[in-house]
């Protein structure tokens, strides 16, 4: 069993829809992160929460420490937030450990 | 903005060749790491560096992987005989302390390695 879980895997959307990604883990976590994959590879943190909710801009993640869930939201999506959206964790060392990814794809 | 670099940006190479991939962290960041993606797959941690030395290794770092701090900059991962299952995308991050300011890991672009 993956110690991350992601759903869904593939996500389409059209343009100026409300777009919400989720994250389970299995494992005692010190902070979780969200990040972002474009087609050519490179990787960006979008968020990095230990507890409650963060903000930027279009972008809103949550998390629940009792119920080991984290949301990735996305207002007013965009074809340019076409991209891989990626759920980690860190636990009790510095590794990161990675969810699957979800491939989500927004059409104007 | 700081950025972590990377290069090359692909490598190709013979298997049973050594390689060398380079990474310059942040410059004031003093935790480093090395993570790979093979195609298609999730992102697999490799190991963490801390004060010039290994802090943690994963399974796959076997003795065919090794981490250096040459200089002052540059952090490189060696692979000393590549295996046609090390093609992946190699990924280096690096972190400030956890004292203030963003102590999140921030990743270079990567670099693909293709062992033929």
């Known amino acids: 069993k993956n110690e991350v879980e992601q759903s869904p895997q593939n996500l389409t959307a059209q343009e100026g829809e409300f777009i919400t990604i989720n994250c389970s883990y299995s494992v005692g976590i010190s902070a979780l992160h969200w990040l972002q994959q474009h087609p050519g590879g490179g990787i960006v943190s979008l968020f990095m929460l230990s507890s409650g909710k963060k903000k930027h801009g279009r972008l809103i993640a949550t998390i629940n420490i009792q119920e080991k869930h984290s949301s990735l939201h996305i207002t007013a999506s965009h074809p340019r937030d076409s991209a891989v959206y990626i759920c980690?964790?860190?636990?009790?060392?510095?590794?990161?450990?990675f969810g699957t990814g979800t491939r989500l794809q927004v059409f104007p | 903005e700081p950025e972590v670099t990377q290069t090359p940006s692909h490598q190709v190479t013979q298997m049973g060749q050594e390689v060398i991939l380079r990474c310059v962290p942040i410059s004031n960041h003093l935790y480093f790491y090395w993570y790979r993606q093979i195609l298609g797959q999730k992102v697999e941690f490799l190991v963490s560096?801390?004060?010039?030395?290994?802090?943690?290794k994963s399974e796959i770092f076997d003795d065919q992987f090794s981490v250096e701090r040459p200089d002052g900059s540059n952090f490189t991962l060696k692979i000393r005989s590549t295996k046609l299952e090390d093609s992946a995308m190699y990924f280096c991050?690096?972190?400030?302390?956890?004292?203030?300011?963003?102590?999140?890991?921030?990743f270079g672009p990567g670099t693909r390695l293709t062992v033929l």
């Open positions: 991050a690096s972190r400030g302390s956890l004292e203030g300011g963003r102590n999140e890991q921030f």
């Open positions: 560096f801390y004060n010039n030395e290994i802090s943690e």
């Open positions: 980690a964790v860190k636990g009790v060392t510095d590794k990161l450990i």
